[in-house]
């Protein structure tokens, strides 16, 4: 079940806020330019499917936002606990980073935690199977898929070379709590 926690950036240990509920959270990610949606697959998403059929379960969708959005690449990033390069691939996203482009994605299948850093506030978002998240270049943030990663993902991307994280060199992703420990 998808879950949101805000917390005071110099208070880790106590939320302001926690919740579950949809329509909480789409409201109180939207004030910081956060987009939140929940979306169905067309038609059924085998283990294993191929990113083909990913994107035909979820053509309607992805079509939607790539409109909308203007991307230029779609791709699907999938992981397993069994991975083993998990350790490496966890570490590369655990310290706080922003982007200049959104960092979109979609969870096919499996979780992540997605924590953003706004104004004073951390925002920790677990993202599940049926979730998009859109979050706004030169958002902080960092993002944390578990000692045991398993997830399928949808990524959209504007620019050509993908995925480029700019390190703030702070240590605030190492005080706040990690997805699964």
């Known amino acids: 079940m998808s879950r949101l926690r805000i917390f005071a950036e110099d208070h880790p ?96 299948a499996g979780s992540g935690l997605f924590t953003l850093h706004v104004d004073g506030k951390v925002y920790e978002v677990l993202c599940t199977q049926g979730d998009l998240i859109a979050v706004p270049d030169s958002t902080k943030h960092w993002f944390d898929m578990g000692p045991e990663p398993s997830f399928v993902a949808i990524r959209f991307f504007t620019e050509p070379d993908g995925w480029v994280g700019h390190f703030t060199g702070t240590d605030i992703a190492g005080r706040f709590p990690r997805y699964g420990g």
């Open 13 to 108: 240990d106590e939320p302001l806020l926690a919740t579950t509920d949809r329509a909480e959270m789409t409201r109180e990610l939207g004030a910081i330019g956060v987009t939140l949606e929940q979306w169905e697959a067309a038609q059924p998403v085998a283990p294993g499917a191929s990113q083909e059929e990913v994107f035909a379960a979820y053509r309607a969708d992805i079509d939607r936002l790539v409109a909308e959005r203007g991307f230029r690449s779609v791709d699907v990033a999938s992981i397993g606990p069994d991975n083993p390069k998990r350790e490496e691939m966890r570490a590369k996203f655990l310290d706080e980073h922003f982007h200049k482009e959104d960092e979109v994605r979609f969870f096919v």
